[in-house]
């Protein structure tokens, strides 16, 4: 059964509250506030963004790579912010966040068929 962008998508929402638990415990056994060896934020945005993606091909998982990482690396507003919320609350709702961003536009460049 071929998958779609809404069913990746719908994954990466499934696994955001699990993701929030997560992050909390790690970055709390580690004392850091967004420790670099949680990487279960990425994921999430990441197919969050790929929920935008009107067909999935290697064209849509580059752009949507791009796109989210360009978002995540650049946190337009409200992106930012969203980083000062308590523990893994503030790790991973940020990701998420450029993940909306990302599925966004991808959603319109699949529409203008640019993938």
């Known amino acids: 059964m071929p998958v779609n962008g809404i069913e990746v998508g719908v994954c990466g929402v499934l696994l955001f509250f699990p993701a929030v638990c ?21 994921v999430v945005g ?22 989210f990482r360009a ?3 650049a946190k337009p507003f409200p992106i930012r912010r969203l980083e000062s919320l308590p ?3 503030g790790i991973v709702s940020d990701d998420a966040l450029a ?17």
């Open 22 to 42: 997560a992050a909390d415990v790690t970055a709390g056994q580690l004392g850091a506030k967004d420790p670099g060896l949680i990487v279960v934020d990425e």
């Open 87 to 89: 523990g893994g609350w």
């Open 99 to 115: 993940g909306v961003y990302g599925a966004l536009v991808l959603f319109l460049l699949g529409w203008f068929n640019f993938y």
């Open 46 to 67: 990441q197919w969050i963004t790929m929920a935008g993606a009107t067909h999935l091909n290697w064209r849509s998982w580059l752009f949507g790579f791009v796109l």
């Open 71 to 73: 978002f995540d690396i």
